[in-house]
């Protein structure tokens, strides 16, 4: 049996288990370490699925993280991300706390994109070695995620995917067409284009939580 974990580090981090191309479990870490929205890799999430016998950490061949775009200046959040022992804040909408620190750097002496995403896989294949899986890590573009979880939770054979979001590796949004069963990109809306961030600002400046809260916004709206 071949398994594959998929892992998104962002807002609402979580985890996700294909067997042999069929999706049988997800858990997001905040079902875990109650804290809502919780940023970061879903470190309790990989716990639980060992534990629970979920995944047989021998069958997993491949590890794909849903990120593929890295700047020398995304240290800071994937240091955050990637520290298991941490104060925890809500970086996208509190200060940091008093006395935080982040005690063992993993990206330092990283000098372009390249380091930087060498790094990530270094420190994603220790992080699955603790808990006995030895296996490859991919690095996928944030709205090809987005897509292909539209494509392969349908029935379309051939449907036109279209992505939204605040922001991901760039991009955000993205259409898309499936040729043959593989998804290829027709056309992107740029970060500095987002609309969903525009939302996002409406939302803290009207005092509520951003990446939280815009579904109230959109309620309000009818009012």
């Keep these: 049996m071949t398994t594959i974990l998929g892992i998104s580090t962002s807002h ?19 079902r875990l370490s109650r804290i809502k929205g919780y940023i970061g890799f ?12 979920i995944i047989n950490p021998a069958d997993v061949s491949r590890i794909a993280i ?3 775009e890295f700047h020398v200046g995304t240290n800071r959040s994937l240091e955050f ?8 804040y809500d970086t996208q909408n509190d ?15 990283c000098r372009s994109a390249e380091a930087v995403a060498d790094r990530l896989k ?5 992080i699955a070695q603790k808990v006995g899986i030895n296996a490859e890590v991919d690095l996928i573009d944030h709205h090809l995620c987005h897509a292909a979880a539209g494509y392969y939770a349908s029935d379309f054979a051939d449907p036109l995917i279209i992505t939204l979001d605040g922001e991901g590796d760039g991009l955000s949004g993205s259409v898309n067409v499936v040729e043959d069963g593989d998804i290829r990109r027709l056309a992107a809306v740029a970060q500095s284009e987002s609309l969903g961030n525009v939302y996002s600002a409406i939302t803290r400046q009207l005092g509520y939580k951003i990446s939280r809260h815009e579904g109230k916004i959109t309620g309000l709206a009818a009012y």
């Design 95 to 109: 200060a940091p706390p008093s006395g935080y620190v982040i005690e063992n750097p993993q990206f330092n002496g």
């Design 81 to 88: 991300e990637y520290a298991r022992d941490k104060i925890y």
């Design 122 to 126: 270094r420190v994603v294949t220790d």
């Design 12 to 30: 609402d981090g979580t985890l996700s288990v294909q067997k042999d191309g069929v999706h049988v479990f997800s858990i997001a870490e905040e």
């Design 42 to 53: 879903p470190f309790l999430a990989l716990d639980y699925v060992v534990a629970e016998g």
């Design 66 to 68: 849903a990120q593929a």
